[in-house]
Antibody
Framework: EVQLVESGGGLVQPGGSLRLSCAASGFIFTNYWMSWVRQAPGKGLEWVANIKQDGSEKYYVDSVKGRFTISRNNAKNSLYLQMNSLRAEDTAVYYC??????????WGQGALVTVSS | EIVLTQSPATLSLSPGERAALSCRAS??????LAWYQHKPGQAPRLLIYDASNRATGIPARFSGSGSGTDFTLTISSLEPEDFAVYYC??????????FGQGTRLEIK
């Protein structure tokens, strides 16, 4: 069974940093692109970032470029999102997602990030 | 960037009725469109990929159709557990990966 378990969410002040982690199991992690998708309160789904199987390609939504960094550790079957210079508008539930044929086929339960003073 | 527009924003129906949700793309995405179901407090779930293929474990009452710029998700006979928010997503041209704004399916 595919499992994606996020951790590292919490309350952070504007301008602060936070690192999300995602532990993957139940599939061959190195075979898949991985992604982070978020949902702000009362809003829809928004893709945040993607990373290729070997980490050689990374893509970001414009609103987080230069502030967020996606990475992975294939030896640990883990995905990460380093979030710097956080803003109130980054407040959201962040989902770790597996990509299959450019479609999001398995999702974690999400980690809540709240940016507030 | 391909913009996806879903309609209606909210659909009010009763269990047993048929639901038809629309997703329109700002340019052709061929058949590269997916549909997701999202319930409060739960992870989103992939329902349909490549416009008309049901994902693993998805009941046959869910079907997808369309190509190019116009797509429809149909639920043939609504069950109580089908009331949720539904999103479409294109994979034709990325990045960026884009979602529609969602259709809320509520009990009438």
């Amino acid at each position: 069974e595919v499992q994606l378990v996020e951790s590292g969410g919490g309350l952070v002040q504007p301008g602060g940093s936070l690192r999300l982690s995602c532990a993957a199991s139940g599939f061959i992690f190195t075979n898949y692109w991985m992604s982070w998708v978020r949902q702000a309160p009362g809003k829809g789904l928004e893709w945040v970032a993607n990373i290729k199987q070997d980490g050689s390609e990374k893509y970001y939504v414009d609103s987080v470029k230069g502030r967020f960094t996606i990475s992975r550790n294939n030896a640990k079957n883990s995905l990460y999102l380093q979030m710097n210079s956080l803003r109130a508008e980054d407040t959201a539930v962040y989902y770790c997602v597996r990509i299959w044929i450019r479609t999001f086929d398995h999702w974690g339960q999400g980690a809540l990030v709240t940016v507030s003073s | 960037e391909i913009v996806l527009t879903q309609s209606p924003a909210t659909l009010s129906l009763s269990p047993g009725e048929r639901a038809a949700l629309s997703c329109r793309a700002s340019q052709s995405v061929s058949s590269y469109l997916a549909w997701y179901q999202h319930k409060p407090g739960q992870a989103p779930r992939l329902l349909i990929y490549d416009a008309s293929n049901r994902a693993t474990g998805i009941p046959a009452r869910f079907s997808g159709s369309g190509s190019g710029t116009d797509f429809t998700l149909t639920i043939s006979s609504l069950e109580p557990e089908d009331f949720a928010v539904y999103y479409c997503q294109q994979r034709s041209n990325w990045p960026p990966i884009t979602f529609g704004q969602g259709t809320r399916l509520e009990i009438k």
